[in-house]
């Protein structure tokens, strides 16, 4: 009886995405994507931020931005190999959040460079642990990492709503300790950047298990989502009073 008809999994996945391409994925193009998405949500933010006035209704664009991005982030969990179709929808939602973001950052705007400096060293030292292999990265690793981070998801989704009848409970808006905020925020942080060895190990076996390209887009999504996420709990951090 052969593997496939066993049920192993990652049999299977292979086995369907060779229905749905011929071409094998590359990791190349999964950095080459991901930085073509953060070229557009930069561009995209830089505009709104300069160009776009700040009225309430602008605001509740950011939210509705918000709310499109966990959208299309739930389809992708359940339809991994069409990223395809989400790809530009996503980076322009990143990027008009961003830009209203950007906006509350008026005459601070050093932050927001020191913040991407961070960022850009931040993958760079992750990526350079990950390539000498002295970070591994097996199955354990990532549940924990994976645990961590619908913690948080959920977190936020809770303050959000929470938000909407006045109760903060975001400890970077409220009076708390700096020992809390230190705490909290650095723990979130941490989480997004250890979410960086994750990705790296998912586009490696990709790539070692011979997926279809479809998968290319997927991946590099789940890249740019932990970019913007370390560059925002880093620009949280610097924002500190």
């Known amino acids: 009886m052969s593997l496939e008809k066993k049920g192993n999994p990652l049999i299977h996945r292979i086995a369907e995405s060779k229905k749905m391409s011929f071409q094998k994925f590359e990791a190349l193009v999964v950095y080459r994507l991901a930085a073509l998405g953060l070229s557009i949500v930069t561009i995209i933010a830089l505009l709104v931020n ?32 069409k990223g395809k179709i989400i790809f530009y929808p996503y980076v322009i939602s990143q990027g008009v959040f961003f830009g209203i973001l950007f906006k509350s950052f008026t005459g601070y705007s050093s932050l927001l460079w020191i913040a991407f400096l961070l960022t850009l060293g931040t993958f760079m030292g992750t990526y350079s642990l990950f390539s000498m292999r002295i970070v591994k990265v097996n199955n354990k690793f990532k549940s924990i990492i994976y645990t961590l981070t619908l913690t948080i998801f959920f977190y936020y989704i809770l303050g959000l709503f929470l938000t909407m009848f006045g109760i903060n409970i975001f400890v970077v808006n409220s009076n708390v300790s700096p020992f809390v905020f230190y705490a ?11 979410n960086y060895f994750v990705d790296f190990s998912n586009i490696e076996d990709a790539q070692r298990s011979g997926l279809s390209k479809d998968y290319e887009y997927s991946l590099a999504i789940s890249l740019i989502a932990t970019t913007l996420w370390v560059y925002l709990e880093i620009l949280r951090l610097l924002s500190r009073k």
């Open 184 to 194: 909290v925020q650095g723990l979130i942080t941490i989480t997004a950047i250890l």
């Open 50 to 81: 300069n160009f776009v006035k700040a009225t309430p209704g602008l605001y509740i664009l950011g939210l509705v931005a918000i709310i499109v991005q966990i959208g299309l982030i739930l389809y992708l969990a359940a339809y991994p190999h």
